[in-house]
């Protein structure tokens, strides 16, 4: 069964920093890309960074220059650093990973979320 688990939410006041991490358990065949999706209350989810297999990324234009997404080398860890963080970054973060699972076919996954606070 595959599982993505996502960890490094919290609080932190404006300004200050904060990394996130996914990890995928099951048995993987070929991971695609991994990336993350924020959604703030009363907000429709929205993309926000994608890491591909070979290492190209993209950005959302409001995380462009603040976010930096990052993955291992073996292909099952995606990382979100996030600086400069301001009040309207404050959702719940997804992981996301377009997987194809040994025995399986390929299918997007999801994590459970982590809240990210920015406050003072």
């Known amino acids: 069964q595959v599982q993505l688990v996502e960890s490094g939410g919290g609080l932190v006041q404006p300004g200050g920093s904060l990394r996130l991490s996914c990890a995928v358990s099951?048995?993987?065949?070929?991971?695609?890309?991994m990336g993350w999706y924020r959604q703030a209350p009363g907000k429709q989810r929205e993309w926000i960074a994608t890491?591909?297999?070979?290492?190209?990324?993209n950005y959302a234009d409001s995380v462009k220059g603040r976010f930096t997404i990052s993955g291992d080398t073996a292909k099952t860890t995606v990382f979100l650093q996030m600086n400069s963080l301001n009040p309207e970054d404050t959702a719940v973060y997804y992981c996301?990973?377009?997987?194809?699972?040994?025995?399986?076919?390929?299918?997007?996954?999801w994590g459970q979320g982590t809240q990210v606070t920015v406050s003072s």
């Open positions: 996301n990973a377009d997987l194809w699972p040994t025995g399986r076919v390929r299918a997007d996954y």
């Open positions: 099951g048995n993987i065949f070929i991971t695609y890309a």
């Open positions: 890491w591909r297999s070979g290492g190209s990324t």
